[in-house]
């Protein structure tokens, strides 16, 4: 097995055994801390990921966050939604950050459906980007890292 392979499937382990945990009150707030200000180096790796046409720089950009917030909040989103900056016809886009996909949406494309909240809060264009967790929990973030949680 591959090792990014190997890693994601562990993570995902880890991920399952670590809500199993909280589920059952074990966890420490410290452990998972999805309402800490966002920091400056994430903020610039999602920007870079929408300007960089190198799928391999994309997808260590997408591994890059996804250890942040492992690291940092203790918990990683499925993705995330934001304002895409690369002008028409493209709106808005998907970071997958498990698969380090990034998709591109017009105005009429239809969005994976966890994702139509994220779509319609990032439009409102109060917020840099939106979390989206396996839990169905939509974190908004605004430009200054706060979470609206």
Known sequence: MEFTERRRLESH??????????EQGLLRPAQRNVRK????????????????LDPAM??????????????????????LFAQCHLGPPYVDHRLDLWQSIVEHYTRADTVPPQFAEARTLV????YDYVEVYASGQT????????VVA
Not at 58 to 79: F, K, M, N, S, T
Not at 139 to 146: E, R
């Open 123 to 126: 439009r409102s264009g109060a």
């Open 13 to 22: 382990l880890d991920s399952g055994l670590a809500a199993s945990s909280n």
């Open 58 to 79: 994309r997808a260590e950009l997408g591994r890059w966050i996804r250890d942040e917030y492992e690291r940092e909040y203790g918990d990683v989103p499925l993705g």
């Open 37 to 52: 200000p966002r920091h400056a180096g994430i903020f610039e790796a999602i920007h870079r990921i929408d300007t960089s």
């Open 139 to 146: 974190i908004p973030v605004l430009v200054d890292g706060t």
